[in-house]
């Protein structure tokens, strides 16, 4: 399956993106992850980067378009893949729509405003594979440190309460409108993000037809 999550910053696209990915053994192709990778290494494009992530605006479409086109040729995206993150504006979607690969579903998990900014002061972050915790409603098993890779969990320097309203305009301003443009294409499914992480994966499963276990 080849789905695609739509959500404001903090709506739990990347939570929801790991419990999907386990279910089905599919990859997550995370922009954000690949470009808080690139301003860790101080790469080239993490140099670039970093201004526009910190301000809360966007990185320019044709850097990403490339980054995005590379990462789906890639052997473990021929079974399916979720794209979390991507994509963030129309030319990002036209783009997609071009290299002809076929997604199945775009799924928009639907979250207030001001639900968004009490989550993102709570949320903790694994410095090494950027899983996503949360002081209230996420605990990792064991305190500060990531299930998965036992990587430090720190907080994210773009959830600071003036850069998450900026993110959260541009969302609105810039993302939103791909809800229309996946309406028309027939993709498009919509859940509310419930204020528990399970109830709202129960929620996805359903309506993605797929069963759901929880143990
Ligand atoms: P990115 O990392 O993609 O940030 P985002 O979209 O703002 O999304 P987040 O990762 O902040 O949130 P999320 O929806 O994954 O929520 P999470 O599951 O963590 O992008 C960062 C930056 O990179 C952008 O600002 C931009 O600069 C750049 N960028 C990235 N992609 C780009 C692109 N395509 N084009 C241009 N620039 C791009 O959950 C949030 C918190 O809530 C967590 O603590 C979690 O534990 C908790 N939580 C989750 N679900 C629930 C629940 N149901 N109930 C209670 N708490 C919950």
């Given at each position: 399956?080849?789905?695609?999550?739509?959500?404001?910053?903090?709506?739990?696209?990347?939570?929801?993106?790991?419990?999907?990915?386990?279910?089905?053994?599919?990859?997550?192709?995370?922009?954000?992850?690949?470009?808080?990778?690139?301003?860790?290494?101080?790469?080239?494009?993490?140099?670039?980067?970093?201004?526009?992530?910190?301000?809360?605006?966007?990185?320019?479409?044709?850097?990403?378009?490339?980054?995005i086109e590379?990462r789906l040729q890639k052997?473990?995206c021929?079974?399916?893949?979720?794209?979390?993150?991507?994509?963030?504006?129309?030319?990002?979607?036209?783009?997609?729509?071009?290299i002809?690969i076929?997604?199945?579903?775009?799924?928009?998990?639907?979250?207030?405003?001001?639900?968004?900014?009490?989550?993102?002061?709570?949320?903790?972050?694994?410095?090494?594979?950027?899983?996503?915790?949360?002081?209230?409603?996420?605990?990792?098993?064991?305190?500060?440190?990531?299930?998965?890779?036992?990587?430090?969990?720190?907080?994210?320097?773009?959830?600071?309460?003036?850069?998450?309203?900026?993110?959260?305009?541009?969302?609105?301003?810039?993302?939103?409108?791909?809800?229309?443009?996946?309406?028309?294409?027939?993709?498009?499914?919509?859940?509310?993000?419930?204020?528990?992480?399970?109830?709202?994966?129960?929620?996805?499963?359903?309506?993605?037809?797929?069963?759901?276990?929880?143990?």
């Amino acid at each position: 399956m080849k789905i695609i999550i739509l959500g404001a910053p903090g709506a739990g696209k990347g939570t929801q993106a790991e419990l999907i990915s386990k279910s089905l053994s599919i990859p997550i192709i995370a922009t954000g992850n690949i470009i808080r990778e690139a301003i860790k290494n101080n790469d080239e494009l993490g140099k670039i980067a970093k201004a526009f992530v910190d301000l809360g605006k966007l990185v320019s479409d044709d850097i990403i378009i490339e980054i995005i086109e590379n990462r789906l040729q890639k052997e473990d995206c021929k079974g399916g893949f979720i794209l979390d993150g991507f994509p963030r504006t129309i030319p990002q979607a036209q783009a997609l729509d071009s290299i002809k690969i076929e997604i199945d579903k775009v799924l928009n998990i639907k979250v207030t405003d001001d639900e968004i900014i009490k989550r993102m002061s709570g949320r903790r972050v694994c410095e090494k594979c950027g899983s996503s915790y949360h002081l209230e409603f996420k605990h990792p098993l064991v305190e500060n440190l990531c299930d998965n890779c036992q990587g430090a969990l720190i907080q994210r320097k773009d959830d600071h309460p003036d850069t998450v309203k900026e993110r959260l305009k541009v969302y609105h301003q810039q993302t939103e409108p791909l809800k229309d443009y996946y309406i028309k294409q027939g993709k498009f499914i919509e859940i509310q993000g419930q204020n528990d992480v399970s109830k709202t994966t129960e929620l996805i499963f359903e309506k993605l037809g797929l069963q759901y276990d929880n143990s």
